[in-house]
Each structure stands twice: as structure tokens, then as C-alpha cells.
């Protein structure tokens, strides 16, 4: 901004005495010297602008060519490699790990087969579902409103005392 503030004052200064001096600068035939030493003050002026625009363009280049490299890449191992290939902690990662089969397990909205899902310590097909379900929420990605107090929303059974929220 210094380097903006300095190379515009020149300009306004510039500016102001041509104004100011104007029948002056005629009576001497000096509108072309006025007007080439004008260009050179905005071209001074404009220089950090282009400067820092360069750069700009320049990072956003090079950030576009890695992230189609990477894209690319990924691409490539998807078509390219087995499937299964990529694990995590065990499990596959691809179709069987989206949200709504997290969402249904979690809420035994279908029951396992085999295995266990321990939640907190607590291995969820020991208690019962309206135990387990009255102490799950989902919290919705997109925003809603919602009849009535925030407290009947937190805790619809009201199985909270109000000493708990606060007044």
C-alpha cells in the first residue's frame, strides 16, 4: 500500500499542476511534454498492480498443472489397479462405506450379520433400540428451522432436566 500511496501522489501532483497551469503549459507549447511525463507517472504507478497480477497468475498456473497431475494420477490407479487395492484400517475403502450405511448400522436400522459396533466402549447390539436410538442424533448438513423451542429440538422426550440448560 506505501509503495501504491507514494506512486499515486506523484500522479494527483501531476494531475493538479497541469490543471492549475493549463493556459500556462499552451501559451508554451508544452502539452506533449506534459503529456508524455503524465503516461510515465501512471506507468510508475501502475507497475506494482502488474507486478503482483504476474505473480498471481504465475501461482494460479502452477497450482492448476499439479492439481490436474494429481487428478490424473488418481485416475490412472483407479483404472489401472485391482479393485480392493486401497485399504484403510483394514476395511475397503469404495462402495459399502458411504454415509447411509454408517447411519444404518450405527442405528441397527438393519441387523449385522456378524461382528460387533462398539460405540463409546459399548457394543450396540447389547442394548436395546430405543435406548440406543433416543441416544444418537443427526446432525443435517443442510440448514433447517424447526418448530418450537430450542429445547424441545435438543431433547424432544424432555428426559433432560431444565437445571441442565440453564435459564
Known amino acids: 500500500m506505501r509503495i501504491n500511496g507514494t506512486a499515486k ?3 494527483a501532483n501531476h494531475l493538479a499542476e497541469s490543471v492549475s497551469g493549463a493556459i500556462t503549459i499552451r501559451a508554451f507549447n508544452g502539452e506533449e511534454c506534459f503529456s508524455a511525463k503524465n503516461f510515465q507517472l501512471v506507468d510508475t504507478n501502475a507497475t506494482p498492480y502488474f507486478h503482483s497480477y504476474s505473480a498471481n497468475e504465475w501461482l494460479i498456473q502452477r497450482l492448476e498443472i499439479i492439481s490436474a497431475a494429481v487428478l490424473a494420477s488418481a485416475a490412472l490407479c483407479m483404472v489401472v489397479l485391482p479393485h ?3 485399504t484403510s484400517g483394514g476395511h475397503k475403502i469404495g462402495k459399502g462405506s458411504e454415509k447411509s450405511t454408517l447411519i444404518g448400522a450405527l442405528f441397527r436400522l438393519v441387523e449385522q450379520a456378524g461382528g460387533k459396533t462398539i460405540v463409546n466402549g459399548i457394543d450396540i447390539c447389547t442394548i436395546g433400540l430405543h435406548d440406543l436410538r433416543s441416544r444418537f442424533g443427526i446432525m ?7 418448530n418450537g423451542t430450542v429445547r424441545y429440538n435438543l431433547d424432544s422426550y424432555l428426559n433432560t432436566q431444565t437445571r441442565k440448560y440453564g435459564r
Not at 140 to 146: E, K, R
Open 9 to 11: 501522489s506523484f500522479v
Open 84 to 86: 480392493g487395492t486401497f
Open 140 to 146: 443435517p448438513q443442510d440448514p433447517t428451522l424447526f
